[in-house]
């Protein structure tokens, strides 16, 4: 493993890699019954810390008079409401944990394409399995650990706020960031000729 990618999992605190080689590396190899099992069994752990710790999900259950383990089925779950960003945004604090600082939760925010910019927040562990799920793709696709990545990125990743920073996290990763939104032709000819010097597979 490239010490560069454990450096940034280090400075996340995510943990990303050892999840995806203990976990998601297997995983993924299992049978479809065997990957439903085990997303079943998480949803109802899920389901029942939204009953026991989130108001919202507390009243939502209650006034359909269910407990989390009568959700017994993918059927079941439609007895729940949708979560949309409508219901978010008018239930932010009701849809917090009262043990979120357990999780230690980031609180993000989306792009905002769409409208008003939706804030969330995203705990660690989510955080880390995004990232190993990350990891799991690529070496899926030929990627090994150190190896350079081109990435074909948004706003999110290229704004001007902190520049030192965004390269820094970028040269981590190795990752060579073209900017998505200034996909001219001129640019295009340009980073072909870059994933092909620095011979990005």
Not at 20 to 31: G, P
Not at 110 to 126: H, Q
Not at 178 to 188: I, K, Q, R, T
């Amino acid at each position: 493993m490239a010490l560069k990618i454990a450096a940034v999992d280090a400075l996340r605190r995510t943990r990303a890699v050892r999840l995806y080689r203990d976990e998601l590396a297997h995983t993924q190899f299992l049978t479809r019954s065997g990957l439903r099992e085990v997303q079943w069994v998480r949803l109802q752990q899920l389901l029942i810390h939204a009953y026991e710790h989130v108001p919202y999900y507390r009243r939502v259950f209650d006034e359909r008079r269910l407990t989390p383990r009568q959700i017994a089925s993918i059927e079941d779950l439609q007895r729940l409401p949708l979560l949309t960003k409508e219901t978010i945004r008018a239930n932010y604090r009701e849809l917090q944990a009262d043990n979120a600082r357990m999780f230690a939760p980031r609180i993000l925010t989306s792009g905002g394409s769409t409208g008003e910019p939706l804030r969330f927040a995203v705990d660690r562990l989510t955080n880390a399995y995004q990232w190993a799920d990350c990891y799991r793709g690529q070496t899926r696709g030929g990627w090994q650990f150190g190896d350079e990545v081109g990435r074909f990125w948004g706003s999110s990743v290229l704004s001007l706020q902190r520049p030192l920073q965004k390269r820094l996290y970028s040269w981590l990763n190795d990752w060579v960031l073209l900017p998505a939104f200034d996909a001219s032709e001129a640019n295009m000819l340009r980073w072909v000729d870059v994933l092909r010097t620095r011979r990005i597979r």
